[in-house]
């Protein structure tokens, strides 16, 4: 018994290490951190009877260049139907949906189906099913790198030899803004010493953030008062 104990604990904390820790729930505070951050945002319209979307968990979000992709430059959060409350703006307008009336808002005819905002909030397209990782890395470099407004089309875009991961960005934000990227955000802290060029970091320090940018950090908030 206790060897089989030792296993399943060594079996979960596998998994949870190989879960993307960025991964939210919440509609709103998923678009308000992408509007922060100044990165896009990928709705999952999920169901959790849903095979294809369990088979997306544990095949496509747990890849080491999907998770690199999604934490330089998106804010991704998996929604399922239910009663939760959805603010959307779009041309000035704002529309509140509950969750189940979302997916009928965004004609989601199956799950998974993935919806792209861009960083203002808009929506961009969507990517109805289950996605392989290989497949999901090249629509998030395609839509990261937003060679769509530049007349390149997906299918042209595969072919080529493409290594882009993201853009650096160093973003001032008060400090009501800042702390609420540093409450809401899985990636979000600040800077101890130990750098990593995914993780989102937040300091008050000018200097600082200039060089984490020059190191090569994707995102770094300066508070600013």
Known sequence: MKKIMVL?????????SLAYIGKLDDFNVGMKLAK??????IVMFSDPSCFYCTKFQKETLVNDKVQELLKAGYIFVEIYPGEEEATIEVNGKTYNF????????????????????DENGTPITNLPGYAP??????????MGE???MKGITFDAYTK?????????KLIKLT????DFVLENDPLART?????DRYTIWVTENEALASELISKGAFRVILVIE
Do not use: C, H, M
Request: glycine letters at 4%.
């Open 8 to 16: 399943f604990s060594v079996l979960v904390i596998a998994t949870l």
């Open 36 to 41: 922060l951050e100044k990165k896009q945002l």
């Open 98 to 117: 509950s969750y189940s009336e979302l997916y009928a808002a965004f004609e989601v005819r199956g799950t998974p189906t993935f919806w792209f905002f």
């Open 191 to 195: 800077y101890t010493g130990e750098f």
């Open 146 to 148: 937003k060679a769509y």
């Open 133 to 142: 990782a290989d497949i999901f890395v090249k629509v998030l470099q395609y």
């Open 175 to 178: 400090k009501k803004e800042a």
């Open 160 to 168: 080529q030899n493409i290594d882009y991961i993201g853009e650096s």
